[in-house]
Structures are given as C-alpha cells and as structure tokens.
C-alpha cells in the first residue's frame, strides 16, 4: 500500500528519469513528462532507440544518464515494469513512482525486497505541484471516497 511519506519523499526527489515517452509524442507519459517538466522538474526520457524526446536528449538506459537522478517514473504497461524496477535498482534508485496502471505484483514485491521506496496505484499529476485544474477536483473526489494516501 501507497503511504502519504511514499509520496512525498518521491515528489522531493527534483531530478528524475521518466520510462514511458514514445516518440510519437501522444502517450500519458508525455503528457506527464511535460507537465512535470513545467513544474521545475528536471527529467531524464529513458527509451531504447530514441535520441531526442519532448526537446530533451534521450538515453537508452539507466546506466547511460549523464549524472545520478532521485527517481524514475514508470508509465509502462505492467509487463513491462518488473524489468524496469531491476534496472532502477541495478543504477541505485531508490525511490520509484509506478504510474496508475502501471504497477504489477511482481515490481511491487521486488521494491519491498529490495528497499526501494514504491508509490503505486497513484498519479502523480493529482499530487505534483502545482495542479492543474483537472486534477484538483480528482483529487478532492479521491479524498471525499478515502482512497488518498495516508
């Protein structure tokens, strides 16, 4: 389970690698990595065949970002995200954000195993500084039904 101190820590972490930007530019992960980048964060796209993504150099790995980041942001599907949290913590990772949908037992169960702090099962726009309108009343309906973390 998500914790509210999960969360935060995360969202503390300012310099971040995003798993998740296509090269079409039309994806949530680039919608998010674009909407964070708006917020001052400095983000790292990881794609295996990309050099540039968003206007930002790309890396095909991990091990290949130029300097050491606080977090990763996955926005993969979960077949996808075991493999991904192996390579995280291979580069020393420590906090992990597994976008909405894109967790899966596996990648959580490793994190726990391998003292990785996980935020899954949660978007990270309804949480990241400033909001957007849309993600205000999403996040108070959340907040009104208890599913916010505590």
Not at 101 to 129: K, P, T
Not at 130 to 149: C, E, I, Q, T
Request: with cysteine; net charge positive; glycine share 10%.
């Amino acid at each position: 389970m998500t914790t509210r101190k999960a969360v935060d820590d995360f969202l503390a972490q300012r310099s971040l690698a995003v798993v998740g930007v296509s090269r079409s530019g039309k994806k949530f992960g680039n919608m998010v990595y674009r909407e964070l980048k708006g917020k001052g964060y400095t983000l790292f796209p990881i794609h295996p065949e990309a050099q540039t993504l968003e206007g930002d150099t790309s890396y095909p790995s991990l091990g290949a970002l130029p300097e050491k980041v606080g977090g990763l942001l996955i926005v993969v599907p979960p077949t996808e995200t075991t493999a991904v949290v192996q390579d995280a913590a291979s580069a020393g990772i420590k906090y992990i954000w597994m976008q909405q949908g894109a967790e899966s037992e596996e990648a959580i169960a490793f994190c726990d195993a391998n003292g990785i702090s996980a935020v899954h099962g949660e978007c990270i726009l309804m949480f990241a500084q400033p909001m957007k309108f849309l993600h205000k009343p999403h996040r108070w309906v959340w907040k009104l039904l208890g599913k916010l973390p505590n």
